[in-house]
């Protein structure tokens, strides 16, 4: 088996890795469990024993994987980045073979049509239930998501591929993350009026990016 690695709050995501398939599917079975909690009664009832209980396991089997409240919010932001960075690399291998006359608005509302599905993602970010290191690992994940931007953009061929251009996407996600964010928060379905003032402001960002691009 192979162990984890504690995190900076010494919490650990997997007490041990499932290797055969009745294991992952076991693993799988407790953390839907976890994200049903989450969602219907917030992070604080994320307890081990209320989370094997809801699975319809022991809380032994649990532990074997998740030792506690904060290896179970730590697998569950794990995932969730996991789904955003995939629906990223849709939107990369989209840009190779399509050309966006709005790449911005393909890419808010893509987001945004996340954020509405995933009510896990939203309940865990607005609970405020974040361990130490799933907020480090909220931040390695911000600039897998700016490098995302990057190569939207180089898909596009909208602008150069340097120093400027990553900085600028990790200037756009953090932007983006936080308008995105309170749009949710002050509705279930996303403050439309809010949204589009993320986009027209992010359009006139990507301009700016292009005019440095074609003026390079």
């Known amino acids: 088996m192979v162990q984890a690695t504690a995190g900076p709050d010494g919490g650990v995501p997997l007490r041990r890795t499932p290797r055969q398939a009745r294991s992952r599917a076991r693993l799988a079975l407790m953390l839907e469990a976890a994200e049903r909690i989450l969602v219907d009664e917030g992070v604080e009832a994320l307890t081990t024993t209320r989370v ?43 840009a190779a073979r399509e050309r966006w006359d709005d790449p911005v608005g393909v890419l808010v509302d893509t987001y945004a049509e996340v954020y509405r599905t995933e009510h896990g993602f939203r309940a865990l970010w607005f609970g405020s239930g974040l361990t130490e290191r799933s907020r480090a690992a909220d ?15 180089r898909a596009l061929g909208v602008a150069g591929d340097d120093e400027a251009l990553a900085r600028a996407g990790h200037a756009a996600i953090l932007a983006a993350d936080a308008l995105a964010q309170e749009a949710f928060r002050r509705a279930p ?17 990507l301009t700016e990016i292009t005019t440095r691009h074609d003026g390079a």
């Open 52 to 94: 094997a209980a809801e699975a319809k396991v022991s809380v032994g089997s649990l532990y074997q994987y998740l030792p506690d409240r904060n290896a179970i919010i730590d697998a569950l932001a794990t995932g969730y980045f996991a789904r955003l960075e995939g629906v990223m690399d849709d939107l990369v291998r989209a």
């Open 139 to 153: 931040r390695e994940h911000k600039g897998r998501m700016a490098d995302g931007i990057r190569r939207v953009l």
């Open 189 to 205: 379905e996303g403050d439309a009026l809010l949204l589009d003032e993320a986009k027209t402001m992010l359009r006139a960002y």
